[in-house]
């Protein structure tokens, strides 16, 4: 399967745990966007990187979140210390490059449940 | 600021034709796109227009006016399965998307 992958696809942190999404883009692509959605709601733009760039994180809360795309492996969205909050689905896209960032592919997202 | 609106929900029966409206308030505009979320799953691109005009994709077209700051998905020959949430987004200088809060559609037999 060559679509974009996300793992873990359920995950359920105590308040004050770290949690780690991953994101790996489709083959080929090289940039990575990430979002938040919460119930009956939009999608909001957390942030946009390339390999070992981050591009804009204009939509990302300015502590406990954090994001990179190493050169190699997957990218990683990473919330410390979670409130309850935080708890929403995160949605992972790629897009093969900037010029064609209006047609984006979105992974199954990650279910993030803080308690 | 940037804004979004389209509206909240939308009903329909099988084989009937809807359109669904997306008005945006936004700077460095470069196109409107679309997309499909069933159930909370993965959104699906469906259509992007950066010219006024129509875009065809068989069951679906998009439109754009870019003087009105306007545009709609047209759905045609809807079946049950195009039951979903439709978002529109703005391509804004090869940045991210930003997204309406969706419009639920209901189709029913």
């Known amino acids: 399967n060559a679509g974009v992958m996300q793992n873990p696809r359920h995950l359920v942190r105590r308040r004050g745990q770290e949690a780690r999404l991953r994101c790996s883009p489709m083959?080929?692509?090289?940039?990575v966007y990430w979002y938040r959605q919460l119930p009956e709601e939009g999608l909001k733009f957390m942030v946009y990187?390339?390999?070992?760039?981050?591009?804009?994180e204009s939509g990302m809360p300015k502590e406990r979140f954090s994001a990179e795309f190493p050169k190699e492996g997957p990218s990683i969205l990473r919330i410390q210390q979670v409130v309850r909050g935080d708890s929403a689905a995160y949605f992972c896209?790629?897009?093969?490059?900037?010029?064609?960032?209006?047609?984006?592919?979105f992974g199954p997202g990650t279910r993030l449940t803080v308690t | 600021g940037q804004s979004l609106e389209q509206p909240s929900e939308v009903t329909a029966v099988e084989g009937a034709i809807v359109q669904i409206n997306c008005t945006y308030q936004?700077?460095?505009?470069?196109?409107l796109s679309w997309y499909q979320q069933h159930d909370g799953g993965a959104p699906t691109f469906l259509s992007y227009?950066?010219?006024?005009g129509l875009e065809e994709t068989g069951r679906f077209s998009s439109f754009l006016s870019r003087s009105d700051s306007y545009g709609y998905l047209l759905l045609q020959e809807l079946q049950m399965k195009d039951s979903a949430s439709y978002f529109c987004?703005?391509?804004?200088?090869?940045?991210?998307?930003?997204f309406g809060k969706g419009t639920t559609l209901s189709v029913s037999s």
């Open positions: 083959k080929g692509h090289s940039h």
């Open positions: 987004a703005v391509n804004q200088a090869g940045t991210a998307l930003i």
């Open positions: 227009n950066a010219l006024d």
């Open positions: 936004t700077s460095g505009f470069y196109g």
């Open positions: 990187l390339q390999k070992e760039n981050i591009i804009d």
């Open positions: 896209a790629s897009s093969m490059d900037r010029d064609r960032a209006y047609e984006q592919y």
